[in-house]
């Protein structure tokens, strides 16, 4: 397989800088990232940044990464944080986009899935789990929030769980679905909504809260007056 399909699901409205990668795991799993934008531009997701924080919500840790181009943003944190080894090569390690995610079909109980989701975040610094679902016509992609050294590198369930769903090539999406063992709510941050409400802007959301309760949102209304530009390229 040539690059040009990861790069080809990379999401740069506003930049045009197509960017993909893989990671490969210690225990040689791969797992592919690529550049998704916002048009609050700090809030974007590096190639580098998905590919690692996927391969971390899976329980791996990352050891190999695969790249075309060694300028690729974030790189020499994640490649410090994880002693990565660096190859640079014409062509991506997997055979075809399909071995790498795909929208899973099976049959689930949405909240138990969620619940058991939770122990698979990566959360050492607040202690607070967080999973998420998105749903699309096909299937669905899990998340659960990622942390690592640098705080503002970590990345919440819900954009892990988008990380996936772009790297496979969806972009078109039905509902998310969000939880919390603990606090008072279970909520999108801020920065998720502003994310949120640019990819999926009149989508339902339902958050499962700590306390057995749920609520259901439309995407578009968790965020009001959110960032908007039409000065920006799109």
Known sequence: MSWKPLYENSYVPYSSDKEACVVESKSGKYYAGVRIENIS????????QAACAICLSEGEIPAKIYIQDSSSEQLDYWVGEFNLEIIETKDPPVEDLEDLYNASQENLD?????KSLLDKAVAPNSDFPVSAILFTEDGYF????????AWT???CAERVAISKAFVAGYTEFTRLEVHTRKGEISSPCGACRQVISELLPYHDIILHHSDGTQSEHLTLDL???????????R
């Open 110 to 114: 949405v909240l138990s899935r969620l």
């Open 223 to 233: 965020l009001p007056f959110s960032f908007k530009s039409s000065a920006l390229k």
């Open 153 to 155: 590198h970590g990345i």
């Open 41 to 48: 531009y700090p809030l974007t997701i590096p190639a580098v």
């Open 142 to 149: 899990e998340g659960v929030n990622v942390e690592v050294s």
